[in-house]
């Protein structure tokens, strides 16, 4: 079983920066990839970034690649997600999650994530 835990939202205006973190707690969450996703509403959840167990292999959405960072902390059992340059179309609600890594580089696919947080908004003002 893993835990995760979302903090950092926030309202900001656009052209800001925002930094998501997604505390993590269980057994063996550095067997664990960890990927963001968000929500707007009325619109379905979307992915964002992934980033895998050892850190060293990280994937994004087009729309986020220049913008968003993400990175781990694995002694701290902590995913960041920096997000830079914000725009309006960026506001939802935020969710990491985590999915089994088959190896030290493996993301899984968009629908291979078995442990979700509660979610942070993140609101982006013009």
């Known amino acids: 079983q893993v835990q995760l835990v979302e903090s950092g939202g926030g309202l900001v205006q656009a052209g800001g920066s925002l930094r998501l973190s997604c505390a993590a707690s269980g057994r063996t969450v550095s067997s664990y990839a960890i990927g963001w996703f968000r929500q707007a509403p009325g619109k379905e959840r979307e992915f964002v970034a992934a980033?895998?167990?050892?850190?060293?292999?990280?994937y994004y959405t087009d729309y986020v690649k220049g913008r968003f960072t993400i990175s781990r902390d694995n002694a701290k059992n902590t995913v960041y997600l920096q997000m830079n340059n914000l725009i309006l179309e960026d506001t939802a609600a935020y969710y990491c999650?985590?999915?089994?890594?088959?190896?030290?580089?493996?993301?899984?696919?968009?629908?291979?994530?078995?442990?979700w947080g509660q979610g942070t908004q993140v609101t982006v003002s013009s």
């Open positions: 999650a985590a999915g089994y890594g088959r190896f030290s580089t493996y993301i899984p696919p968009t629908n291979d994530y078995n442990y």
């Open positions: 980033i895998s167990v050892n850190g060293n292999k990280a």
